[in-house]
């Protein structure tokens, strides 16, 4: 009977021991979050209007509203993946930029030298600024594309193409600002 009730306060006292542990464990992990993000001391996080200035890169063009969709993309991007506050003001990290390329080119051929495939490019200037920790600042430029087949027209195929090119401009803003892993 002794020797049972040792195993079972030995099994109690690891059973402490091992949450003690995973507590210290998670209280080092500090900041992070499951998603990767370092957002340090920050609490809010502020996204300012991306004019659409694609007009001035020859070949691209202006498409309405492309301005507040890719702002409202990346500010969701950021909410889902952090515990950040959206601000219009004031945040303790600031992204900021313009759209500067908004383009399709032809990408392949067929045989009889007709248009197979195009390519829609969008480019962003983002400059990043953290006012907790203003080594990490940066400006920097993001580009993604989204091929289609030149059959289609693009106002066809323009809604899985924003939500793809969004998709990885956003992840991709992300992990340069706050995905220190």
């Avoid at 370092?38 to 694609?54: E, K, L, P």
């Avoid at 289609?148 to 992300?174: C, G, K, M, Y």
Wanted: aromatic share 12%; proline share 2%; net charge negative.
């Amino acid at each position: 009977m002794a020797m049972l009730f040792e195993h079972s306060m030995k099994k109690k006292i690891s059973l402490k021991v091992g949450l003690l542990g995973l507590v210290f464990f998670l209280s080092g992990c500090g900041a992070y979050n499951f998603s990767g993000a370092d957002i340090g001391t920050a609490q809010s996080f502020q996204v300012n209007f991306f004019q659409n200035y694609a007009d001035q890169t020859p070949g691209s063009t202006i498409v309405p509203g492309l301005d507040r969709d890719f702002t409202l993309a990346l500010q969701d991007m950021i909410n889902n993946l952090t515990s950040l506050s959206l601000t219009g003001s004031n945040g303790d990290l600031l992204f900021e930029g313009e759209i500067i390329e908004y383009k399709v080119i032809p990408m392949t051929a067929t045989s009889d030298q007709r248009t197979a495939q195009n390519r829609l490019t969008m480019s962003v200037n983002v400059r990043f600024f953290n006012r907790t920790k203003e080594d990490v600042d940066f400006e920097r430029r993001f580009s993604f594309f989204y091929d289609f087949d030149a059959a289609a027209s693009l106002t066809s195929v323009q809604a899985a193409a924003h939500e793809e090119i969004f998709e990885r401009l956003t992840q991709d803003i992300f992990n340069a600002s706050l995905g220190n892993w």
